[in-house]
């Protein structure tokens, strides 16, 4: 294909977007009001389709770019795309138990402490993996762990610590990281919910050895499906990058080889002398990979991600002026000294609300506005958990709170101011009319 008949596909695809890109006014009452949602223009729809045109259907020159420029974005050196947020979820964790780190790596029967208030694809790569899950509490309001919970939490076999920042809001994570260093533990800061956010002026993520993010539509950026993992380790880089294509000792990209110089020259395990190092295997590994037009995808995503994050807190702040003081509902605050990408808004019922979360997500689904609540509530009570092996450190009173009356209402980029005032007024009018 000529650069000129691209450019044509190009332009009539630019085009195609504005004719058919949603214009719809808003009517309160009957245009949906989503708690979450992806937000997409002509520019992504143009680097999906260039991407197409270039046959890129493999992780490639797009992906390593997308990776380059977003660990310049997080502020750390290293990251590595994968399929999900999940997979990445499971590839950091999973990293710590490799060989490579000798009496460092994690064992089966070690210890990992999370928060029992969260999304399970945080604690199931410790189960996974043969770890056992430490569950500690957070605090309503803020909705994370504070560090005196985790600190209580550390026994003879805890190995690690791995939270997610709560909703865009960070946890307390510098006083965390520095409870990890004085006692050797490893920390994984899963902020698949909280891209773009800063604890004491440093963005999350860089403060523990690994972490997370998340592109699934509902988060700060989208590829459609896929996530990464980040460090400033280039040791724990390297074995994250292994386990995630295949368990391979090789590093050469697809497409390319002998970039050591010494293919046939290794003498790895048991192998024969000069085994071909494309097929040396050093991690019991996965394939994890994402793609080069999910990659296209986040490249133009990437650069809408400070405009993102300032409609995430135009509209958290326009929901929390407008319902203080609404009597029965405590209203979520951010963490001291942090600065949070807000995913959602939080409301928890108070113990004498005169109504029911069920009552108050009845009437605003009728209103078509969307909720969710905080995920999980208490893991420890869902089924998948009955039966598995786990510790909790004191007690889980606040995530029982949490899984009886807590709900979340939707911020993200593509709800207007207009749309803001609406779900305030409807929780209000709700309330007053109880």
């Known amino acids: 294909?000529?650069?000129?008949?691209?450019?044509?596909?190009?332009?009539?695809?630019?085009?195609?977007?504005?004719?058919?890109?949603?214009?719809?006014?808003?009517?309160?009452?009957?245009?949906?009001?989503?708690?979450s949602g992806a937000v997409l223009d002509e520019s992504d729809r143009v680097a999906l389709v260039e991407a197409a045109l270039d046959m890129r259907i493999a992780a490639g020159v797009t992906s390593r770019t997308f990776e380059r420029k977003l660990a310049r974005a997080a502020g750390l050196r290293k990251a590595h795309m994968t399929n999900s947020g999940s997979s990445a979820n499971l590839l950091a964790l999973s990293s710590l138990t490799s060989p490579v780190l000798g009496d460092r790596r994690l064992r089966r029967g070690d210890e990992v402490i999370t928060v029992a208030a969260g999304f399970p694809t945080t604690?199931?790569?410790?189960?996974?993996?043969?770890?056992?899950?430490?569950?500690?509490?957070?605090?309503?309001?803020?909705?994370?762990?504070?560090?005196?919970?985790?600190?209580?939490?550390?026994?003879?076999?805890?190995?690690?610590?791995?939270?997610?920042?709560?909703l865009g809001n960070p946890f307390p994570v510098a006083e965390i990281a520095e409870l990890a260093d004085q006692?050797?533990?490893?920390?994984?800061?899963?902020?698949?919910?909280?891209?773009?956010a800063t604890y004491q002026g440093k963005p999350t993520g860089t403060f523990g050895d690994l972490t997370t993010v998340s592109f699934?539509?509902?988060?700060?950026?989208?590829?459609?499906?896929?996530?990464?993992?980040?460090?400033?380790?280039?040791?724990?880089?390297?074995?994250?990058?292994?386990?995630?294509?295949?368990?391979?000792?090789?590093?050469?990209?697809?497409?390319?080889?002998?970039t050591c110089h010494k293919r046939f020259g290794y003498q790895l395990g048991t192998l024969p002398a000069g085994y071909d190092h494309k097929y040396t295997f050093s991690h019991v590994g996965y394939n994890l990979k994402s793609g080069d037009l999910q990659a296209a995808l986040g490249l133009s995503q990437l650069e809408r991600l400070e405009d993102f994050g300032v409609a995430r807190r135009r509209n958290w702040q326009r929901l929390h002026e407008q319902l203080q003081g609404v009597p029965g509902l405590l209203l979520p605050r951010a963490t001291p000294g942090s600065e949070p990408s807000w995913f959602g808004f939080v409301l928890t019922l108070t113990a004498d609300a005169p109504f029911s979360r069920q009552e108050l997500v009845n009437f605003l689904h009728a209103r078509h506005i969307g909720?969710?609540?905080?995920?999980?509530?208490?893991?420890?009570?869902?089924?998948?958990?009955?039966?598995?092996?786990?510790?909790?450190?004191?007690?889980?009173?606040?995530?029982?709170?949490?899984?009886?009356?807590?709900?979340?209402?939707?911020?993200?980029?593509?709800?207007?101011?207009?749309?803001m005032d609406y779900v305030a007024a409807s929780v209000r009018e709700f309330v007053a009319g109880r």
């Open 1 to 35: 294909m000529t650069q000129s008949a691209k450019a044509l596909i190009l332009e009539q695809v630019a085009k195609y977007h504005q004719e058919v890109a949603p214009r719809t006014e808003f009517i309160p009452g009957v245009t949906p009001v989503w708690p």
């Open 123 to 166: 604690v199931n790569p410790i189960i996974q993996n043969g770890l056992v899950p430490v569950f500690v509490d957070v605090e309503l309001g803020t909705y994370n762990t504070t560090a005196e919970r985790v600190a209580a939490a550390i026994g003879p076999r805890t190995r690690a610590i791995m939270i997610a920042h709560a």
């Open 183 to 196: 006692h050797g533990l490893f920390l994984i800061e899963d902020n698949c919910d909280a891209l773009g």
């Open 216 to 258: 699934y539509p509902a988060h700060h950026i989208t590829t459609g499906e896929g996530g990464c993992v980040l460090t400033d380790n280039l040791v724990l880089a390297r074995i994250v990058e292994s386990m995630r294509d295949w368990g391979r000792d090789c590093w050469c990209e697809p497409g390319e080889d002998d």
């Open 371 to 419: 909720t969710r609540l905080l995920f999980a509530g208490n893991l420890t009570r869902h089924p998948a958990y009955l039966d598995q092996q786990f510790r909790v450190a004191g007690d889980l009173t606040n995530s029982d709170i949490i899984a009886e009356r807590t709900l979340w209402l939707g911020v993200y980029p593509g709800l207007t101011v207009e749309m």
